[in-house]
T-cell receptor, first 114, second 111 residues
Framework: NAGVTQTPKFQVLKTGQSMTLQCAQD?????MYWYRQDPGMGLRLIYY?????TTDKGEVPNGYNVSRLNKREFSLRLESAAPSQTSVYFC?????WGLGYEQYFGPGTRLTVT | RKEVEQDPGPFNVPEGATVAFNCTYS??????FFWYRQDCRKEPKLLMS???SGNEDGRFTAQLNRASQYISLLIRDSKLSDSATYLC????????????FGAGTRLFVKA
């Protein structure tokens, strides 16, 4: 099993460009998440999908959109990239939604917006 | 005040030392707790859950102090391979499930 996979691993964008980060999991998990990680700050939740067909905003959703394409795939879209979105983005999944479920993370996407 | 706070370190310890990290949380309704480990430029991975009665996994011991609202991680007989950033995670449900990650504590174990 590959676990959680993310593409691309690295990306450089110019301000105003758009892109989609892809995430897939092969663990048959119901819940999926997108986080960003910045130096000196904890992982911050951007959006999550508690189950297939649902998505909800997390702590820092502005400037992002998501799509839960099917049970396996959860994509994150930046419509008009800004330098403040330079960060490392992690996708994660868990067996289900609620307290006490371990989250499994993908390897991350390092995004730089110039 | 941040909802979850950790001493960023770094903690520099020699091999074989015992080291402990604390993580304080502000929401008294917090219900579940974890420690994750993150190696440099890698993704976080679950190290261990933290149970009310405390729990141990080999050289690692996790404890919860609800009265003072903190969790701790003790590492005994440190190995070079323990060098990493340790993230605490606090979950609570106040009208909606919420997970908060601490910013992490960096540990360097030296030969």
């Amino acid at each position: 099993n590959a676990g959680v996979t993310q593409t691309p691993k690295f990306q450089v964008l110019k301000t105003g460009q758009s892109m989609t980060l892809q995430c897939a999991q092969d663990m048959n998990h119901n819940s999926m998440y997108w986080y960003r990680q910045d130096p000196g700050m904890g992982l911050r939740l951007i959006y999550y999908s508690a189950s297939e067909g649902t998505t909800d905003k997390g702590e820092v959703p502005n400037g992002y959109n998501v799509s839960r394409l099917n049970k396996r795939e959860f994509s994150l879209r930046l419509e008009s990239a800004a330098p403040s979105q330079t960060s490392v983005y992690f996708c994660a999944s868990s067996e289900d939604w609620g307290l006490g479920y371990e989250q499994y993370f993908g390897p991350g996407t390092r995004l730089t917006v110039t | 005040r941040k909802e979850v706070e950790q001493d960023p370190g770094p903690f520099n310890v020699p091999e074989g030392a015992t080291v402990a990290f604390n993580c304080t949380y502000s929401n008294s309704a917090s219900q579940s707790f974890f420690w994750y480990r993150q190696d440099c430029r890698k993704e976080p991975k679950l190290l261990m859950s933290v149970y009310s009665s405390g729990n141990e996994d080999g050289r690692f011991t996790a404890q919860l102090n609800r009265a003072s609202q903190y969790i701790s991680l003790l590492i005994r007989d440190s190995k070079l391979s323990d060098s990493a950033t340790y993230l605490c995670v606090v979950n609570f449900n106040t009208g909606g499930f919420k997970t908060i990650f601490g910013a992490g504590t960096r540990l360097f174990v030296k030969a």
